[in-house]
């Protein structure tokens, strides 16, 4: 009897002990914070780090190291430039693409902050190379956030039905002054204007080649016709009214053709250098690519970064001379990922009650560079400054 006390007195010893023992594991020091199971198994795997003091990691700050994470490992995987022929290569692939895909409020704001000019009638801003003017499949473009620019301009007080409309188009690969419209009277108005040629405009394109003469004007009509070729393609050319006769020593006129469009061109050499020219064109006419196919057919000396026209029969790009691929620190290989040189320079348009309108729009910044490595210079102008 005595033995089984014993037992029994022992075991509950034993499991006193045991829970004891247990409930002493699990105690916490009471200077501890509470912690959740999450903080507290990061707490146990992070060493020496005291819980209490560690700052939470945000959303934002997780998203950010994550993307350096992955340009960290996009840069180990792919070579870095090591000449300044790739750098150069490098600049112009980051130039050509990164407008393509813009926000559409980033583009509003882009242009809000390019406003050259504006009154009650019109809006004249800086056009950026690579975005077109109208619709275009899978690209943001200019005319789609003219309601959003709008109401930049008015003000976001203002409570008004004002709209913009582009007047004067210009290419997608284009840059410089782009006219707008702040209603459609007023469109009407300048397209009238336009087509008496009240409204002045004038370019500045970079050339392959030097014009002779140094000025000129060139009047030859301009028709779209197919080329044969392993890739067929449709391409404006020319279509002159008058042709060399048999003795070669005179010039004997044709009939015009049906679908060509009257296309004249003034142009003017402002200097050339190492077999390129900065030239001043002022078109008169406002057919599809004129001033690409005059240059490029007329006079022989194609736009600089214009692939489509330097060559007739195919299509591949621009092929330069070597002491231009030389003096850009470009090899002919990589000549495909040159700008197209064209610039919308000055506008001019004739005031109503008061003088006229004249715009000068800057050099985009690759124009820029592109004529101090072939020292090109031009006119000085306050806002090239």
Known sequence: MNCCKTVATLGDHMLFSLVKSRTFCRRVPATAPFLSRSQRTAAEHSPDSDTAEKPRLRAIDLARKIRQEKAKTRTQETEPPVSGLQQRVTELKRFSTQLQNVHPNVLAKHLHRTVLYQDKDVVIINKPYGVPVRE???VTSITSVLPVLSK????????TNSELLPCLSLEKD????????????????????SKNNQVERKYWVITVGVPVPSEGLIDIPIIEREVTSPKPHFKMTLSPLFRMNEAGDGVTKVRSHRQAHPAVTKYRVLDSSYGCS?????PFTGVKHQMRVHMAYALACPIL???????????A??????????????????SRYLPLHLHARQ???????????????????YIMKTLNRLQLTFPEDKNDK
């Open 278 to 282: 900065l030239v001043e064109l002022q």
């Open 317 to 334: 790009p621009q092929k330069l001379p070597e002491c231009v691929l030389k003096k850009l620190r470009l090899e002919q290989t990589k």
């Open 136 to 138: 275009d499949s899978g």
């Open 347 to 365: 506008l001019v348009l004739p005031g109503h009650t008061q003088s006229a309108v004249s715009v000068s729009c800057p050099l985009p910044k």
């Open 305 to 315: 970064g214009d692939h489509k026209y330097s060559h007739w029969s195919k299509l």
């Open 174 to 193: 284009s840059s410089g002054a782009l006219l707008l419209a702040r209603s459609a009277a007023a469109l009407e108005h300048i397209l009238a204007l």
């Open 152 to 159: 930049m301009l008015d003000g976001p007080k203002m409570k």
